[in-house]
T-cell receptor, first 114, second 116 residues
Framework: AQSVTQLGSHVSVSEGALVLLRCNYS??????LFWYVQYPNQGLQLLLK??????LVKGINGFEAEFKKSETSFHLTKPSAHMSDAAEYFC????????????FGTGTRLTIIP | DAGVIQSPRHEVTEMGQEVTLRCKPI?????LFWYRQTMMRGLELLIY????????DSGMPEDRFSAKMPNASFSTLKIQPSEPRDSAVYFC??????????????FGSGTRLTVV
C-alpha cells in the first residue's frame, strides 16, 4: 500500500521568501507522486506530478519538486513566495501501474506574511 | 470543457433525511472518484468507478452510503439516513486512464453538506 506524510500542518513564510513544503512517501512499488493545491472553497488543482521521468519536476505558478528515492521524499519548493500562494497543499501517491487510486496526505496550510 | 460539475454546491439537511449528491465527470474520462474532506480525517476516498463499474468501495463508511454510476456522464452519492457526523465537503473527481497519470485527477468544486 502507498502512503504519504506531510510534515507540518501549517507553514508561514514572508512574501518573497523560499517556500518549502515537505512530503515523504511510502510505497512498495515505484510510485507516481503529485502535489495539489486547494484555495478556499474550491476543489483541488494539480500543481505538478512525478511519473518516473525527470526527478526534478516543474509545475504551475513557479513551483517545483524533486523526487529523491534515497530519502523517499518529494518536497515542494518555490524560490519566492507571493501572497497568492496562500492555500492548502496536498501531496498524493499512487502505484505506477494497475491502480488509479490516489492516496492523499493530510495537507499543509501555507500562510504568506506581507 | 466545463470540468467536473457537482451539484448542489451547498446542502443543509436535517438528521434522518436522505441526501443525494450529483456529479458529472469530464466527457471521455473513464474513472470517477468520490472523496470526502473533513478537518479531522482529511481527504478520504469513498469509492471509485472504472467505465461505470465500482472498483473499490472499501472507503464507504457504512451501509447508509451508496453510490451509483448509471452511465458515463453521471454519478450519485446517496446518504440515507443522514447523520450530523456526515457533515463534510464531498468531492467528485475524474480521470482518463493512460493520461490520468499524466494529468492527475480533475476535481469538482465540491458539495458542502451540513446535517443538523
Amino acid at each position: 500500500a502507498q502512503s504519504v506524510t506531510q510534515l507540518g500542518s501549517h507553514v508561514s513564510v514572508s512574501e518573497g521568501a523560499l517556500v518549502l513544503l515537505r512530503c515523504n512517501y511510502s510505497s512498495s512499488v515505484p510510485p507516481y507522486l503529485f502535489w495539489y493545491v486547494q484555495y478556499p472553497n474550491q476543489g483541488l488543482q494539480l500543481l505538478l506530478k512525478y511519473t518516473s521521468a525527470a526527478t526534478l519536476v516543474k509545475g504551475i505558478n513557479g513551483f517545483e519538486a524533486e523526487f529523491k528515492k534515497s530519502e523517499t521524499s518529494f518536497h515542494l519548493t518555490k524560490p519566492s513566495a507571493h501572497m497568492s500562494d496562500a492555500a492548502e497543499y496536498f501531496c498524493a501517491v499512487r502505484a505506477n501501474f494497475g491502480n488509479e487510486k490516489l492516496t492523499f496526505g493530510t495537507g499543509t496550510r501555507l500562510t504568506i506574511i506581507p | 470543457d466545463a470540468g467536473v460539475i457537482q451539484s448542489p454546491r451547498h446542502e443543509v439537511t436535517e438528521m434522518g433525511q436522505e441526501v443525494t449528491l450529483r456529479c458529472k465527470p469530464i466527457s471521455g474520462h473513464d474513472y470517477l472518484f468520490w472523496y470526502r474532506q473533513t478537518m479531522m480525517r482529511g481527504l478520504e476516498l469513498l469509492i471509485y468507478f472504472n467505465n461505470n463499474v465500482p472498483i473499490d468501495d472499501s472507503g464507504m463508511p457504512e451501509d447508509r452510503f451508496s453510490a451509483k454510476m448509471p452511465n458515463a456522464s453521471f454519478s450519485t452519492l446517496k446518504i440515507q439516513p443522514s447523520e450530523p457526523r456526515d457533515s463534510a465537503v464531498y468531492f467528485c473527481a475524474s480521470s482518463l486512464a493512460r493520461t490520468g497519470l499524466n494529468y492527475g485527477y480533475t476535481f469538482g468544486s465540491g458539495t458542502r453538506l451540513t446535517v443538523v
